[in-house]
């Protein structure tokens, strides 16, 4: 069973690292086997039953560990800004427990950029009990705003933190710093929570 655990997770590790680097539809199944040392060359199908079992699975990862670390968390405060935090600040702490250099963020980029697997990683992201009670208790403190507009600035805001998160990953590794998470997050909460509550100039249809 050990065995199976550890074969299970060098996949994983391989996939995540490989997928960061080149995308998901540039590297085969064969491809992460390889890397992550294991003889056999179907060992993703034997495994995760396939790429998007492998995809799921390491959605599932990343879910699993940002749980854990929302769990560690105080309450968040009663306000806008303190929603954003029990948003954004668990990812950043998973980000910043990683080992060095780490792919996470790219890997999270790339399938959340991705057409095909875009559907994929916002079910993941977007269907766990906090994330759904986080979302409603932001609702209710917009609520004065169109949620139209509210919808589309979070939709367009996913796409930003994604790719800066990514670019500051891929920084840390080539400069060989480190990325300072925390105060990535401290600076993501404090944006977002601006362009959330940011007043409409002209209601409409959103175009985001």
């Known amino acids: 069973m050990r065995r199976s655990v550890a ?14 680097e080149s995308g998901v539809a540039e590297i085969s199944d064969r491809k992460v086997a390889e890397v992550a040392g294991n003889t056999n060359h179907s060992a993703v199908r034997y495994y995760f039953g396939g790429r998007e079992g492998l995809l799921k699975a390491l959605m599932a990862r990343h879910v699993h560990d940002v749980a ?20 954004v600040e668990p990812s950043m702490r998973v980000l910043d427990h990683l080992p060095r250099p ?31 009670q986080q979302r409603a208790s ?32 891929a920084r840390a590794e080539h400069d060989g710093e480190d990325p300072r998470w925390p105060r990535v997050g401290d600076f993501l909460v404090d944006a977002i929570t601006g362009m959330l509550s940011a007043p409409i100039s002209r209601p409409g249809r959103a175009e985001s």
């Open 7 to 20: 074969a299970r997770t060098a996949l994983l590790d391989a996939a995540e690292r490989l997928f960061a």
């Open 68 to 87: 854990q670390q929302r769990e560690k968390m105080p309450p968040p405060e009663d306000s806008v800004l303190g929603d954003i935090r029990s948003l």
């Open 102 to 132: 780490s792919w996470r963020a790219r890997f999270l980029d790339h399938v959340l950029h991705n057409p095909a697997t875009l559907p994929l990683a916002r079910e993941a992201l977007s269907t766990t009990p906090q994330a759904v």
């Open 138 to 169: 932001l609702a209710a403190r917009l609520r004065h705003l169109d949620p139209e507009i509210v919808a589309a600035r979070a939709r367009l805001i996913t796409r930003i933190v994604s790719t800066a998160t990514a670019e500051v990953e």
